[in-house]
């Protein structure tokens, strides 16, 4: 069993800056990681990726060169670090894990509470 505790988000002006957590309990040595986020009246969407070792990483085209995502699996914990965030950007963010490297929300099996990001223009 996974759990999964997310933390950060907030409010924040245009252009500016945050970071997500995601702290795991329970074994996520063998899971691939990921970020995704829901806007009001829209659909869950694919946000970032990464695997155990880090070795392998991807984003949405929206977010690149802008978020970066990494983990520390010494704290069992995940980050999104988030740049020249746009009004855009603005969604309830959710960490994820799942046992294949996916981009569907659907294939990931445990999930976090959810926080909201908003980003004023």
């Known amino acids: 069993q996974v759990q999964l505790v997310q933390s950060g988000g907030g409010l924040v002006q245009a252009g500016g800056s945050l970071r997500l957590s995601c702290a795991a309990s329970g074994r996520t040595s063998s899971y691939y990681m990921g970020w995704f986020r829901q806007a009001l009246g829209k659909e869950r969407e694919f946000v970032a990726v990464?695997?155990?070792?880090?070795?392998?990483?991807s984003y949405a085209e929206s977010v690149k060169g802008r978020f970066t995502i990494s983990r520390d699996n010494a704290k069992n914990t995940m980050y999104l670090q988030m740049n020249t965030l746009k009004p855009e950007d603005t969604a309830v963010y959710y960490c994820?894990?799942?046992?294949?490297?996916?981009?569907?929300?659907?294939?990931?099996?445990?999930w976090g509470q959810g926080t909201q990001v908003t980003v004023s223009s």
């Open positions: 990464i695997s155990w070792s880090g070795g392998s990483i």
């Open positions: 994820a894990a799942s046992n294949i490297r996916t981009y569907a929300y659907s294939d990931y099996t445990y």
